[in-house]
């Protein structure tokens, strides 16, 4: 197991020493610790910043850590301007900026995603097409203006099977976030009996004009639920 997240300096002294004709390093790297006792002192967000001052072959980075339970925590560093077309398993230490190239986002906290949240990944992450939402812990405040509506043009894909019911209301219901294209939700039964208040509420409330496949964790069936996908 890893003692420290990998930063600048381990970097450099590891591999990128070795590479005297590199002019460019783009990177993403996530660092997983687990910290199976008391006495592991692990760097700061501060600290992986400044690992990497002074090495002109980085230019210029960004970094956070999430700490994901009481033994286990996760260091990522990247390149800017950000490059890749995923990124995984961020959390709410996220600290936003331009990822206009990410198409694919896995979110996972033990902490709930706020409104607030989602917001930011609506405007920094503005191209996703598949989002995985990882939280089991129910929001704490649920009360949104028509100013804060949330619009994603591209989603297509949103897996919602390992989240709250409260994250299916988040993103299903169009008073709160806007899904123009969404083709493929992954979503628990029970989420969508709850929402659709077992499919009574009117079937424009609803994100489902769209899906042309829907994926439940269990077989279901209700007359009731037709309307609400007509392009099943």
Request: proline letters at 4%; glycine letters at 2%; one cysteine or more.
């Amino acid at each position: 197991y890893r003692l420290n997240y990998i930063d600048g300096i381990q970097l450099y002294n590891e591999l990128l020493c070795h590479m005297n004709k590199l002019n460019n390093f783009t990177f993403n790297i996530q660092t997983l610790v687990y910290r199976r006792n008391n006495n592991i002192n692990l760097s700061s967000n501060e600290d992986i910043q400044r690992s990497f001052i002074g090495k002109e072959i980085y230019k210029q980075i960004n970094s956070y850590i999430n700490i994901n339970s009481s033994i286990e925590s996760k260091c990522h560093i990247y390149s800017l301007p950000y490059q890749f077309e995923y990124l995984l398993e961020i959390n709410n230490s996220f600290p936003g900026g331009i990822f206009h190239t990410v198409r694919y986002l896995v979110v996972i906290d033990i902490i709930p995603f706020e409104h607030n949240f989602f917001q930011i990944i609506s405007h920094d992450i503005p191209f996703i097409e598949i989002l995985r939402i990882r939280n089991d812990q129910p929001q704490k405040y649920k009360k949104y203006s028509s100013t804060e509506l949330i619009t994603c043009h591209h989603l297509k894909l949103l897996d919602l099977v390992l989240a709250h019911d409260d994250y299916a209301e988040q993103f299903l219901s169009k008073k709160i976030t806007y899904l123009p294209h969404l083709f493929n939700p992954y979503i628990k039964c029970e989420s969508l009996i709850m929402i659709t208040n077992i499919f009574t509420i009117d079937t424009t409330y609803f994100n489902f004009s769209r899906v042309k496949d829907l994926y439940l964790d269990k077989s279901f069936f209700s007359e009731k639920s037709h309307p609400y996908f007509p392009m099943l």
